[in-house]
C-alpha cells in the first residue's frame, strides 16, 4: 500500500516493499542465485525512483560484489561473473534514484571489476568493452547533467586513464580510440 508521507513523497509500506523487492539469503537456500537481483523490476518513472532506497540497493551492491570476490580468488570464475553483473545491475539502478559521487564510483568500480575479470581470463576484448562501458557512460552522463560535472571529471579521468593503459597494454578498437579522442571539459575539479 503507498501513501503520501508529509513532506509529499511517495512510501510503500514494509509489506509493499517485501513483496516488490524479496529479500534472499543464499545461505537458507543452500544455492547461490545472483540472477535474483538482476530480476528486481527497475523504476518505471520518477514517482517509482521516490521509493527505491538507495542505501538498500548499495548494501545488495556490496554483498554481490564480496559474493563475486570470493568466488573470484576461488577461481571459479563463472559464478564470479554472475555475480559481477548483478552488482553492475544494481549500480545502473542507482544511477537511476539520484547522481552523486559515491553511485558514480559504484558504478565505474562494478564496470572495472568485471574488466579485470575478463582480462584474467585473457579476453582482452570484452575487458576492453566494459572500460569502453565505464568511460562512455560518464560522457553521456556529462552530456546530460551539465550542473553535475564536478562530480563527473575525477571519474571521467581516471577512466580515461585505465582504458588508455589497457590499449597500451592489449590493443585499441576503434570504439576506444574514438572515447579516448573525446576531451573532457576543464572546470574547477
Same mark, same amino acid.
Given at each position: 500500500?503507498r501513501?503520501?508521507n508529509?513532506?509529499g513523497?511517495f512510501?510503500?509500506?514494509?509489506t ?11 545461505h537458507?537456500s ?6 535474483v ?17 538507495p ?10 560484489t564480496?559474493?563475486?570476490? @570470493?568466488?573470484?580468488? +576461488? &577461481?571459479?570464475?563463472?559464478?564470479a561473473r554472475?555475480?559481477?553483473? #548483478? =552488482?553492475?545491475? *544494481?549500480?545502473? %539502478? ?13 558504478h565505474?568500480v562494478?564496470l ?40 563527473l571529471?575525477?571519474?571521467?579521468? @581516471?577512466?580515461k586513464? +585505465? &582504458? ?7 590493443g585499441?578498437? #576503434? =570504439?576506444?580510440? *574514438?572515447?579516448? %579522442? ?8
Amino acid at each position: 500500500m503507498r501513501y503520501v508521507n508529509q513532506k509529499g513523497v511517495f512510501v510503500q509500506t514494509e509489506t509493499e516493499q517485501t513483496e516488490r523487492f524479496p529479500r534472499f539469503s543464499l545461505h537458507q537456500s543452500g544455492q547461490e542465485n545472483p540472477a535474483v537481483t538482476s530480476s528486481l523490476p527497475k523504476p518505471a518513472s520518477t514517482i517509482h525512483s521516490t521509493t527505491i532506497n538507495p542505501q538498500g540497493l548499495i548494501k545488495r551492491w556490496q554483498y554481490a560484489t564480496n559474493a563475486a570476490s @570470493r568466488r573470484y580468488k +576461488s &577461481l571459479n570464475t563463472s559464478i564470479a561473473r554472475r555475480w559481477y553483473l #548483478s =552488482a553492475l545491475d *544494481l549500480s545502473e %539502478r542507482l544511477l537511476q534514484t539520484r547522481l552523486c559521487a559515491e553511485h558514480l564510483a559504484i558504478h565505474v568500480v562494478s564496470l572495472h571489476n568485471l574488466a579485470d575479470l575478463e582480462s584474467r581470463l585473457r579476453r582482452f576484448d570484452q575487458a576492453r568493452s566494459y572500460h569502453e562501458q565505464a568511460l562512455n557512460r560518464l560522457f553521456m552522463l556529462m552530456r546530460d547533467n551539465q550542473d553535475k560535472l564536478t562530480l563527473l571529471f575525477p571519474h571521467l579521468h @581516471r577512466c580515461k586513464m +585505465s &582504458l588508455a593503459l589497457f590499449c597500451r597494454h592489449y590493443g585499441s578498437s #576503434s =570504439a576506444s580510440n *574514438l572515447l579516448l %579522442r573525446q576531451s573532457i571539459p576543464i572546470g574547477n575539479h
